[in-house]
């Protein structure tokens, strides 16, 4: 071949590439209507949120894939969904009167109650595969700190304690945020005082809470944690609570992902992370962002910039690298799933050591097909409204 001919190739090779490069990662798909607010996604892609349904009031829906489906709010003025597993089970808020807020589950096309937890005012964060909850409960009406359990399925309870801190006297502020399928939780604990909380971030295994340590300052919190004991949220640097980046924890040690020198100003925060390590969240230079263990990467500059999107606001990463986000076009705020046009692959990071065994046996084929065919009539059962697109 002559040098004429090998040397044009290798140019037309070099901006083939570039051009590539320029192509969207990800697809945009619009999940719910005008002023809707995603907060979370399964294995199967299915996100769940919250939208409006009138003037200062909100319904909680899932979105399969098939249109809107509205939870409704058990007979209450409002609801939001919080959470869904990879069996479709759905968690969420309920209210019942001012002030009054308890939780639900949707399984089967069938909502239930599950109450407050002491006839107090109850947060309900997560659930993971086998039913299991991350709730906290504040000490209403005094407001005398919070206190988070893990609940079972069948509703026994399991505080989760608090961390150790140098302030004897004031009340304990535990939150316990996110739950994986190993029933590790994830949160932030810190004493109540005023006017800030020096909380610190921990993961509670086998009923002992670890504290993640910091980076020089407080207060910390995590807000996500996969199935291999590895978390992320935020952490405060040189500013205190106005200056702070997401993190990356695993096997005891601490990264800031946010890669911006100190000397600026940072504002960031982790809010989903993946089973290969993979995290989302937002920040104040990039809005909405992904970090895949090199360097975080506005998601705006991986998505079609014709589309008008600006994605500000992920909640959470699937496996499959599907991110459950609020994205806003015109000024309007959407609940959006991002969807990879090409698979991302990366090496699954190795299990942390602490890691428990499954928190359910397998099931049974019997039981698996049985589970099937209720799963399928209560699919049949939802009513689906159209999403606006």
Request: one cysteine or more; proline letters at 6%; charged letters at 20%.
């Amino acid at each position: 071949m002559h040098l004429r001919h090998r040397l044009s190739l290798v140019l037309m090779s070099f901006t083939l590439a570039g051009a590539a490069s320029a192509y969207p990662e990800y697809k945009v798909t619009v999940v719910g209507p005008a002023n809707s607010t995603a907060t979370d996604i399964n294995s199967a892609g299915v996100v769940v949120g919250y939208y409006q349904y009138a003037p200062s009031v909100n319904h909680a829906f899932l979105n399969r894939g098939k249109g809107l489906v509205d939870l409704g709010t058990l007979k209450g003025t409002d609801s939001i969904a919080v959470a869904i597993n990879d069996k479709g089970q759905v968690l969420g808020h309920w209210s019942s009167g001012p002030g009054t807020q308890r939780g639900f589950l949707y399984d089967c096309a069938r909502i239930r109650d599950l109450g407050t937890i002491g006839g107090r005012s109850t947060n309900w964060h997560d659930i993971n595969n086998a039913g299991y909850i991350a709730v906290s409960a504040v000490d209403a009406p005094l407001n005398d700190g919070t206190t988070s359990y893990l609940r079972a399925p069948g509703g026994a309870l399991t505080a989760l304690g608090d961390l150790p801190n140098d302030f004897p006297d004031a009340p304990p502020l535990t939150f316990g945020q996110a739950l994986n399928n190993k029933n590790q939780v994830a949160g932030e604990s810190g004493p109540l005082t005023f006017p800030d909380q020096p909380l610190h971030a921990f993961i509670w295994t086998k009923g002992k809470l670890r504290d993640l340590g910091s980076l020089g300052q407080e207060p910390m919190g995590a807000q996500a944690i996969n199935d291999r004991g590895q978390a992320t949220g935020y952490a405060s640097v040189q500013g205190g609570f106005r200056n702070r980046v997401a993190f990356y924890y695993s096997r005891g040690h601490l990264v800031d992902i946010d890669g911006r020198p100190a000397s600026e100003e940072r504002f960031s925060d982790g809010t989903g992370i993946n089973n290969r390590g993979h995290i989302v969240g937002s920040s104040n230079h990039l809005s909405g962002f992904i970090w895949r263990g090199k360097k975080m990467q506005s998601l705006n500059a991986l998505i079609n910039p014709a589309l008008g999107w600006d994605i500000r606001d992920p909640q959470a990463i699937n496996d499959a690298g599907q991110i459950a986000a609020n994205a806003f076009r015109n000024g309007v705020r959407y609940a959006v799933r991002l969807d990879l046009i090409k698979p991302h692959v990366d090496a699954v990071a190795p299990a942390e050591h602490d890691e428990e065994p499954a928190v359910e046996a397998p099931l049974s084929a019997a039981a698996a097909a049985k589970r099937a065919r209720e799963e399928a009539e209560g699919v049949a059962k939802e009513v689906a409204k159209p999403v606006a697109q």
